[in-house]
């Protein structure tokens, strides 16, 4: 793939974080629970463009969650930001930052010995628990380092990360191999 195919398919997939991040279109309503699609992009732009670009992508998402905790944060994540903005900040990109990485050692681990969909499938939903695992973790680690009552959002935590977590791995599941399939395929022939 040249540099001209490269760099406009990721400000392609930024401007899709941005979309997503800005918007409603980012959060499927589950009843009370929010699944997010956010780390898809991030996902998917990491199979086909490689780890370096998935970091970029990650970066991304982070800068997105960054700016959404500092203007409209969550009861939460505010929580954490009025304690320890530093901590608060960190919660919101170290997670995204290890998106790129679950979701490439995955695919690239099972790639070589299954088929290609699988390894795309498994990869979407590593990617998405990794998110979902390490922003709640960081978030009750965080607030106990800040010295928030951790004890009083623990159940939200867990919930949020049971329901939410596990659909949003489901949806990464479907929907990245046949996104993934469809953007090398284009990009292919293109």
Do not use: W
Not at 53 to 72: D, E, P, R, Y
Not at 111 to 117: L, Q, S, T, V
Not at 159 to 170: K, L, P, Q, R
């Amino acid at each position: 793939m040249n540099k001209t195919k490269r760099f406009t398919l990721t400000a392609l997939l930024v401007a899709l974080i941005f979309l997503l991040g800005l918007t409603p279109l980012g959060l499927i309503p589950l009843g009370f629970i929010y699944v997010t699609i956010l780390a898809l992009p991030v996902i998917i732009g990491t199979l086909v463009l490689g780890l370096h670009t998935g970091l970029l992508l990650g970066l991304a998402f982070g800068g997105i969650s960054t700016f959404k905790l500092l203007t409209a944060p969550s009861s939460l994540a505010g929580n954490l930001l009025g304690a320890s903005p530093a901590l608060a900040i960190a919660m919101c990109i170290v997670p995204r930052l290890l998106v790129p990485l679950a979701s490439h050692l995955v695919y690239h681990r099972l790639k070589a010995g299954r088929a290609e969909r699988f390894a795309a499938m498994a990869a979407g939903a590593a990617g998405s628990l990794t998110n979902t695992v390490f922003y709640l973790g960081l978030m009750l680690l965080f607030y106990q380092l800040a010295g928030l009552d951790s004890a009083a959002v623990i159940s939200l935590i867990i919930g949020t990360g049971v329901i939410a977590g596990s659909m949003e791995a489901v949806v990464s599941a479907v929907l990245v191999p046949p996104i993934e399939f469809a953007l090398r395929k284009t990009l292919h022939k293109a």
